[in-house]
């Protein structure tokens, strides 16, 4: 798409007609050229109609003409500022304008505008919410609660064992189809966000439980689809049933906090690093696109540290 620039006496409706039809282009080109997600890609598109929403009341209160040049950081700073007056949080500003950001950097590709006004500006500090970490003993505790005399106990087993041994979301354990699985070589093949195949080896004991489910267990749910993991009518799993089942064998195994399948790829990239993992190794196992995503983990690792220390070390007890 080549498009002239705006002219000097562009007026803003002008600027927010030329802005408003590059947005489907730019939804486009992330999902072509990007891989991002259908749903990643509608919320950035529901981040822009806030964006050209914001220029409809601008230009009804001021009636005034605006170059495209002139669109600046403050600009910018005013929309956040008018998102803030509309309850959104930090979380949600720091989204937006990354959307933002993005579309700006491609709108000077296309010559729309003259230079990204969002370029430089940075987003909210955000408080850090470290994620919920099961203990070596509890995740031992928790897998050991399915019933190995009932199929679907079996068929859970090894399932949570999966999750735990390649620290899969529960969208890609549910995917999971026959083919993806090479026991020969130990191997999951895994299609996470934006449909990116990366390749997780699998220890010795998930091999063993996916060699005896797939042989043995799978077959009795009569499956309907090439889909690894099989419910009793013999489709696949949904996440609901494996958020369900990991609450119901958590509150077995007598663990009372919050967790959920996540909690199963937090723990398995937590145990790594303190066995020793680096972390751009750690990075390529969980798929993250950029290691700042994966730096998280070595936040909970010192957290924990420190909350060992606190609970044994003399000085800390003694106060």
Request: glycine letters at 6%; aromatic letters at 6%; one cysteine or more.
């Amino acid at each position: 798409m080549e498009n002239a620039a705006p002219s000097p006496t562009s007026s803003l409706a002008e600027l927010r007609a030329a802005l408003a039809r590059l947005v489907p282009v730019w939804c486009d080109a992330l999902l072509a050229e990007r891989g991002l997600s259908v749903r990643t890609v509608e919320a950035y598109r529901q981040d822009m109609d806030l964006f050209l929403l914001y220029l409809d009341e601008w230009n009804m209160e001021r009636g005034a003409a605006l170059s495209a040049v002139q669109l600046g950081e403050q600009d910018v700073m005013f929309f956040l500022a008018w998102l803030r007056a509309r309850q959104n949080t930090g979380r949600s500003l720091a989204r937006r304008l990354s959307a933002l950001r993005s579309f700006f950097a491609f709108a000077v590709e296309e010559r729309v505008l003259a230079a990204n006004p969002a370029a430089l500006l940075e987003s909210p500090r955000l408080p850090q919410h470290l994620p919920e970490v099961l203990s070596r003993e509890e995740m031992d505790s928790l897998l050991a609660q399915p019933d190995p005399r009932d199929k679907s106990g079996r068929r859970d087993r090894c399932l949570m064992e999966v999750l735990y041994a390649a620290g899969l979301r529960v969208s890609e354990v549910c995917g999971l189809t026959l083919e993806d699985v090479d026991l020969q070589r130990g191997l999951l093949r895994v299609f996470g966000k934006g449909s990116k195949e990366r390749l997780v080896p699998l220890h010795a004991e998930a091999q063993a439980r996916l060699q005896d489910y797939i042989a043995h267990c799978r077959p009795d749910f009569s499956p309907n689809s090439r889909l690894l993991f099989v419910n009793r009518s013999g489709n696949g799993l949904t996440r609901q049933y494996v958020w369900k089942a990991i609450k119901k064998y958590a509150l077995a195994a007598g663990i009372r906090r919050e967790i959920s399948p996540h909690t199963f790829r937090h723990s398995f990239a937590t145990h790594l690093l303190e066995g020793g993992a680096d972390l751009r190794s750690v990075q390529v196992l969980l798929g993250h696109a950029d290691i700042s995503a994966t730096e998280i983990y070595t936040h909970v690792q010192a957290e924990r540290l420190r909350s060992i220390h606190r609970a044994h070390h003399p000085r800390s007890q003694s106060r």
